[in-house]
């Protein structure tokens, strides 16, 4: 299984940002799955600029493939605003997905 799991990389199945509205407390949703497990799922948001609004790790919710990233900084315009959600699992293979608002 270890060794499956060093050949793999995570897959992200969804990315649900249809909550965030650029406030403190808005939530992202993001399923991932790992033929193993997920060691960890990351969020960074950006302005069009390319500046950093905020980023930081998703909490896992107890189904396991569910995990949930709560906003901690205002973001006043969405617009063109770069959403890139990686996932990584323990041997350190990473899959990322990048969605523009």
């Known amino acids: 299984m270890a060794v499956r799991d060093t050949l793999n990389a995570p897959n992200i199945h969804d990315v649900d940002f249809s909550a965030y509205r650029g406030r403190i407390g808005d939530v992202l949703t993001i399923r991932a799955t790992d033929d193993f497990a997920i060691a960890r799922v990351h969020v960074r948001i950006q302005n069009t600029d390319g500046t950093l ?40 293979n990473t899959t990322a997905v990048d969605t523009t608002l």
Do not use: C, H
């Open 53 to 92: 609004v905020e980023e930081g790790n998703a909490t896992a919710q107890p189904d396991g493939f569910t995990y949930r990233y709560t906003a901690t900084a205002a973001n006043a315009s969405l617009a063109g605003d770069k959403i890139t959600v990686t996932a990584f699992d323990n041997p350190g």
